[in-house]
């Protein structure tokens, strides 16, 4: 069964950066196509970035330049470095695949805050 677990979250000021992880577990788990999603509050979960094999990363306009996401396949993990975080940045963030039609099972995600 496929588990994923995120950490690495936390409050932050405006400026600050985190570095997010998620450890995979499971046979199943293609840790080299993977994305990071979030949910802010009253709003719809959203893909941020995602990596494949075949392709560079790729971001959403929103976190463009200031985030970065990589696999460590030994570790069976993947990052999210956010560096120049903004208020609206705040979320619940969570892995998965990247391909809806290959979802994981949800983990608990990792709360990011990003305030003054």
């Known amino acids: 069964q496929v588990q994923l677990v995120e950490s690495g979250g936390g409050l932050v000021q405006p400026g600050g950066s985190l570095r997010l992880s998620c450890a995979a577990s499971g046979t199943l788990v293609r840790i080299n196509t993977m994305g990071w999603y979030r949910q802010a509050p009253g709003k719809q979960r959203e893909l941020v970035a995602s990596i494949t094999q075949a392709s560079n990363p790729i971001y959403a306009d929103s976190v463009k330049g200031r985030f970065t996401i990589s696999v460590d396949n030994d570790k069976q993990s993947v990052y999210l470095q956010m560096n120049s975080l903004k208020p609206e940045d705040t979320a619940v963030y969570y892995c998965?695949?990247?391909?809806?039609?290959?979802?994981?099972?949800w983990g608990q995600g990792t709360q990011v805050t990003v305030s003054s």
């Open positions: 998965n695949s990247p391909r809806s039609a290959f979802l994981y099972p």
